[in-house]
């Protein structure tokens, strides 16, 4: 029955950062930004889902801090960013840029990865300078551009305006979830996980979840219920790749298959059998591998070359 904002032991426990700074966007809001890995070393940002947190991507950060240099922040509201009165996609494109100009340097290109709501933050701010100047791909996991409570299968009926009502009433429920009980991991577990997912697995997502408060949860919900941003995925113009369980209840592949099709440079759509909304956590092997693969292809080899050099002659 415990509240602690995330597991504090194994792979999804969240490591010690380099450093960490606060960030303030343009609305004044105040964003908590972590940063691990060397400073030399090639970039990656990581921007995580609705009533997530930067515990989140644990096991990315674990895996890629030790050639990387990874950015992780939390969303206005979420973590250890304070709530702000401004909730909307715009607010969304404002951190991520505030967080690109203050952790990259100038002329800097980094792989920037969104879960969920993080994926939409990407698609919000994609034609913003900070992204345009910074992005040299993108890796989109379980998210969609738009019709989010329509498609989704969180409620076991047909689609149509029943199941979008039930669906509305949950997601946007202002009831306070408690502390992580086994109930509550079963619920959990069925409405964001795959049926394979570990208790480990489960455990972990259930206290970030648990850790959102209420307010900021309700809040975002009505966000996500009127999302459109069809507009923004075309404005991603640098390579992006698609990463979908096909257990997705939350987002389901259709969303996925529409992010490929409406993509200007799409360079892959992966459907992970059996897998639920929260890929990072439930796929840490494969969505790691994504981010490394697109870090290697795409971030301009001098960089690469200059943080390998500088490691060498530490």
């Known amino acids: 029955m415990s509240r602690l904002p995330h597991v504090a032991a194994g792979p999804y426990a969240p ?25 030399s070393a090639p970039a990656v940002v990581l921007a995580h889902g609705w009533v997530c947190s930067t515990a989140f991507w644990a096991a990315q950060v674990r895996a890629l801090a030790a050639d990387h240099r990874v950015v992780v922040y939390d969303q206005r509201g979420h973590g250890r960013s304070p709530a702000n009165p ?12 505030a967080v690109l100009t203050a952790t990259l340097a100038p002329g800097e290109q980094a792989v920037i990865a969104g879960h969920s709501m993080g ?16 992005a040299a791909a993108v890796l989109l996991c379980s998210t969609g551009s738009s019709r989010l409570v329509a498609s989704s299968t969180v409620v076991p009926l047909g689609e149509g305006r029943v ?24 619920i959990l ?23 959102c408060p209420r307010k900021v949860r309700h809040a975002w919900s009505e966000v996500l219920d009127l999302l459109d941003l069809d507009h923004g995925v075309r404005e991603l113009t640098m390579p992006v790749e ?14 996925a298959r529409s992010l490929a099709a409406a993509l200007p440079h799409c360079v892959g759509l992966t459907e992970l059998p059996g897998v639920g909304h929260m890929t990072p956590v439930e796929a840490p092997e ?29």
């Open 15 to 39: 490591p010690a950062p380099a450093r960490e700074l606060t960030v303030t966007a343009a609305d004044g809001a105040r964003i908590h930004v972590e940063v691990h890995g060397p400073e």
């Open 86 to 97: 401004a909730c909307g996609t715009e607010a969304l494109a404002d951190d991520l840029e």
């Open 119 to 134: 994926g939409m933050t990407v698609m919000a701010a994609a034609a913003r300078p900070a992204v345009r100047e910074h």
């Open 163 to 186: 199941r979008t009502w039930l669906t509305r009433r949950i997601l946007g429920s202002r009831a306070p979830l408690g502390p992580v009980t086994p109930l509550a991991r079963r």
């Open 189 to 211: 577990k069925y409405g964001t996980m795959g049926p394979g997912s570990t208790p480990h697995m489960v455990d972990a997502c259930a206290r970030i979840v648990h850790a």
């Open 242 to 255: 698609v990463v979908v369980g096909t257990a997705d209840r939350l987002t389901p592949p259709v969303h």
């Open 286 to 314: 494969l969505v790691t591998g994504k981010i490394r693969a697109l870090a290697a292809t795409h971030i301009p080899t001098a960089r690469r070359e200059r943080a390998v050099h500088a490691e060498e002659s530490a």
